[in-house]
């Protein structure tokens, strides 16, 4: 396989990935860039045990984790302006702040819950993939997001 087809058939999908994290899409575009260069450079570690997205997105992760510790940032857990254009100003208000208070709770989940919450929500991403992009399994996926939901509930309760 040559570089470009490598890129052709997965950069969306790199792509995706990073933004449903960093939610930057400059970002996401140059870790992109920088993930086929790591990728390309140490191609022969690809062993075949995970598909080949799954494998990049693992060099994506690490490339976005060395970012943001080089940067001294965390995560982003901030809405984009504009996701809910066609309701009412005091609808759209109200839905924001409930998902502000939403994201407040997620951060203080455990980072594996957290990462797992993200990309199920905003990476639309299957059980099978995040648990091929965090080298675990699907079930593993599956209950930590769950587990992560049930955690969120019981706050959101406590709170009203």
């Not at 260069?37 to 598909?51: E, H, N, P, T, V």
């Not at 208000?93 to 994201?103: C, F, G, I, R, S």
């Not at 407040?104 to 990309?119: A, H, W």
Request: with cysteine; charged share 30%.
């Amino acid at each position: 396989m040559d570089m470009d087809e490598l890129y052709g058939q997965n950069a969306r999908i790199v792509y995706r990935y990073l933004y449903s994290v960093c939610r930057d899409g400059q970002l996401a575009e140059d870790l992109t860039q920088e993930t086929f260069l790591q990728a390309w450079k140490s191609i022969d570690r690809f062993d075949g045990s995970c598909k080949m997205s799954s494998w990049l997105c693992q060099i994506a992760k690490h490339l976005l984790y060395r970012h943001y510790q080089k940067n001294r940032r965390e995560i982003p857990a901030e809405p984009e302006e504009g996701w809910i254009e066609s309701a009412s100003p005091d609808d759209r208000a109200a839905a924001k702040q409930e998902l502000l208070e939403v994201l407040r709770e997620m951060q203080k989940l455990p980072p594996r819950m957290r990462e797992v919450i993200y990309l199920r929500i905003t990476g639309e991403l299957s059980f099978r993939e995040i648990g091929e992009i965090m080298g675990r399994s699907e079930n593993w996926a599956r209950v930590t997001f769950y587990r992560g939901k049930e955690i969120l509930w019981k706050g959101r309760m406590k709170n009203e």
